[in-house]
T-cell receptor
């Protein structure tokens, strides 16, 4: 069975602070995908990243960066110099690749990020 | 690219009526579409997976006769909530992917309120 844990229910920061959202996962699949999605107050889920379990390189995209540590089964997400527009609920998700594992993603409970001006 | 639309964005209906929600992939062919339900401040709960041209696969506990899903084309899937009750009030989100192993792209969601 797959499981995604986002232990932080809510994080509150002041603008320009850096913030890291934690994601820990469990899976028996040897290959899998990890995702991060952003859900602003409007409700739409915005795809941020998909990472294959083979690729442990960290990734940076503008103010966003992701740290994938297979040894600790974690896929943490850092926002540098946070902005008010970053306020949203962020979901981490895990899926198999379909090769013997389920391709249906399992979502964490989400972390609500509030960035104050 | 990878834009998914949903219609309507909000709907209010009376108890006992049926409501149809459309999910469209605008710029790609979606062989697989997913329907989720989300309660306030909670995570997404997968309701069903639909593949174009075949019957939907429902998750355990989801009534297939109450939540009718049709995936008639590669760009359109519909969810019909039949004989809606107040407890069906929720945020319904669809997603679409170009294949089972591909990334899901989500629609903007539909807020359903049953009075």
């Amino acid at each position: 069975a797959q499981k995604v844990t986002q232990a932080q229910t809510e994080i509150s920061v002041v603008e320009k602070e850096d913030v890291t959202l934690d994601c820990v996962y469990e899976t028996r699949d040897t290959t899998y995908y990890l995702f991060w999605y952003k859900q602003p107050p409007s409700g739409e889920l915005v795809f941020l990243i998909r990472r294959n379990s083979f690729d442990e390189q960290n990734e940076i995209s503008g103010r966003y960066s992701w740290n994938f540590q297979k040894s600790t089964s974690s896929f943490n997400f850092t926002i540098t110099a946070s902005q008010v527009v970053d306020s949203a609920v962020y979901f981490c998700a895990l899926s198999g690749t379909g090769s013997g594992g389920s391709y249906i993603p399992t979502f964490g409970r989400g972390t609500s990020l509030i960035v104050h001006p | 690219g990878a834009v998914v639309s949903q219609h309507p964005s909000r709907v209010i209906c009376k108890s006992g009526t049926s409501v149809k929600i459309e999910c469209r992939s605008l710029d790609f062919q979606a062989t697989t579409m997913f329907w989720y339900r989300q309660f306030p401040k909670q995570s997404l709960m997968l309701m069903a997976t639909s593949n174009e041209g075949s019957k939907a696969t429902y998750e355990q506990g989801v009534e297939k006769d109450k939540f009718l899903i049709n995936h008639a084309s590669l760009t359109l899937s519909t969810l019909t909530v039949t004989s809606a009750h107040p407890e069906d009030s929720s945020f319904y989100i669809c997603s679409a992917s170009q294949g089972r192993r591909e990334t899901q792209y989500f629609g903007p969601g539909t807020r359903l309120l049953v009075l």
